[in-house]
């Protein structure tokens, strides 16, 4: 792949490309309370999954049928392409607020542009960023992926109250708008010439190597997933407001400073005990989301979520691009979107089913004993090492 344009800095592209993904997160996620008006125009628990995951679902055929053409196209440019539809659609589906069969498609449509930042947008930040340093960069990165969700919260939730469900859509245009205009300061960054041709999606994951990280990353993908899809409403029933923000800012805050002040460390140490620690935090939150409905324990479980979510993005992500190695970084990276996107894909419809009948503490002891099976399969799969071992990130064991 051929640079269209060579970037100055190394300094400038990585903040630019922080902001892009801040803004377009802000966008994708400006509809994150629309179930409750999903639920109020007569849809269902199980509607609702299966909404909140048709951009999961085109982003999983993208990469599995269309992998490889998609990792050489011009990355930037599509880009912003991608970034104009999401605007599009967006105005769109405030036009069309009421019609459930329409929002449904626009949802569809607008996230190719998820298809184009969650695969494209990576690839240009491994460009930008050595092998050595690749799990700290890629956790002080999505750093700008995470702070959209108590954004879009506190925002959405004043926009709720003053303009109801469609409003969110005027929310997640204006967001569009800005996403579009950051881009047209991007610059295409020189990219690593292949030595190898990608390989495709099959190859990669018929690996016996990556199969336990390929279990673990369907695992963690389903949890953000059903907590978005199904909290707010539980707090509309019980607590009389549909609210994510008491869950996602201590999540955020939680998850900030630990990719700030640790970051660096994923790089430097073995796995297993960040991966135990981070599934082990997650089935401590589910506890808190089990207990007796109060803010204050929802807050609990957004602090101990956020613990184990600022580890496992990075971390996972870097140990698939570790095994495919630098000719093939963008194929592992997006094979390990893919696992982590069908657990979300797969799961939040069907425990959105199970809510509908059981109510949403059965959804939150499903993600327990998932959870739970997690610590226990990194047990036993990522054996103890026999001394300290604290070489460079190309010897840490699997």
């Known amino acids: 792949m051929h640079a269209e344009r060579v970037s100055e800095s190394i300094l400038s592209p990585f903040v630019l490309l922080f902001v892009q993904n801040f803004l377009f997160g802000c966008a994708f996620n400006a509809t994150s309370l629309l179930p409750t008006y999903l639920v109020s125009l007569g849809a269902t628990q199980t509607f609702v999954g299966f909404f909140n995951t048709l951009g999961t679902w085109l982003v999983i055929g993208a990469v599995v049928f269309f992998g490889r053409p998609l990792v050489g196209l011009p990355r930037v440019r599509t880009l912003k392409w991608g970034f104009l539809l999401l605007l599009t659609t967006s105005l769109l589906s405030w036009v069309f607020a009421g019609s459930l069969v329409l929002l449904a498609v626009f949802k569809l449509i607008g996230s190719l542009s998820w298809v184009f930042t969650s695969t494209l947008m990576m690839s240009v930040l491994f460009d930008l960023t050595p092998p050595e340093k690749r799990a700290g960069s890629l956790a002080l990165f999505s750093i700008g992926g995470m702070l959209p969700n108590p954004v879009t919260s506190l925002v959405g939730e004043a926009v709720l109250r003053m303009a109801g469900g469609p409003g969110l859509f005027l929310l997640a245009s204006a967001f569009g708008l800005a996403a579009w205009l950051w881009s047209l300061q991007l610059k295409e960054p020189l990219a690593r010439i292949a030595r190898e041709d990608p390989l495709s999606f099959r190859q990669v994951v018929v690996r016996k190597q990556i199969r336990t990280l390929l279990i673990l990353s369907f695992c963690f993908g389903i949890y953000y997933s059903a907590v978005a ?87 996972m992500n870097s140990l698939f691009v570790q095994v495919g190695g630098e000719d093939q970084k963008a194929v592992y990276s997006n094979a390990y979107l893919v696992a982590n996107l069908t ?56």
């Open 343 to 398: 657990g979300a894909v797969l799961m939040t419809p069907t425990l959105g089913a199970l809510g509908d009948f059981f109510g949403f503490r059965a959804i939150v002891l499903v993600l327990g004993a998932v959870a739970l099976a997690c610590v226990v399969l990194i047990r036993s799969e990522f054996p103890r090492p026999t001394r300290p071992t604290e070489g460079p990130p190309s010897d840490r064991s699997f």
């Open 229 to 315: 899809s199904f909290l707010p409403h539980h707090t509309k029933l019980d607590l009389g407001e549909a609210n994510l923000s008491w869950f996602l800012v201590p999540f955020s805050v939680i998850a900030l400073v630990i990719r700030l002040f640790l970051g660096k460390q994923l790089d430097k140490r073995l796995p297993r005990r960040f991966l135990y620690l981070s599934f082990l935090s997650i089935f401590v939150a589910m506890g808190f989301l089990w207990l007796p409905s109060a803010w204050v324990w929802i807050a609990c479980a957004g602090v101990f979520y956020g613990l184990g979510h600022s580890i496992l993005f990075p971390l």
